[in-house]
């Protein structure tokens, strides 16, 4: 089994930045895909970026594209969002995830096996 730890969150004014972190461990990391989702008060989950562990290519949702860059350190066995220009709506509890299958669709959350337990991100206006 996979455990997340994400770490990074805090408050922001809008168009500044935050590094997110999400530090895995009890397995090994290898060909995972991972990915980070956030939800922000009364709405659905959504996905925000993803990125295969093994040099694979990276997926954003639109709405964060050319703002936010995901990364891997495969000696840390971390994933990280860098999140710049950031905005009011951007505002959500980010989630790291681990999909050990490599679901045929990278965006939806449940092709991912494992969870951290969030992190909460604030941007103020």
């Known amino acids: 089994q996979v455990q997340l730890v994400e770490s990074g969150g805090g408050l922001v004014q809008a168009g500044g930045s935050l590094r997110l972190s999400c530090a895995a461990s009890g397995r090994i990391f290898s060909s995972y895909r991972m990915g980070w989702f956030r939800q922000a008060p009364g709405k659905e989950r959504e996905f925000v970026a993803a990125?295969?562990?093994?040099?694979?290519?990276?997926y954003y949702a639109d709405s964060v594209k050319g703002r936010f860059t995901i990364s891997r350190d495969k000696a840390k066995n971390t994933v990280n969002l860098q999140m710049n220009s950031l905005k009011p709506e951007d505002t959500a509890v980010y989630y790291c995830?681990?999909?050990?299958?490599?679901?045929?669709?990278?965006?939806?959350?449940?092709?991912?096996?494992?969870w951290g337990q969030g992190t909460q991100v604030t941007v103020s206006s």
């Open positions: 995830a681990a999909d050990s299958l490599r679901g045929s669709v990278y965006s939806l959350d449940v092709h991912y096996d494992y």
């Open positions: 990125i295969s562990w093994s040099d694979g290519p990276t």
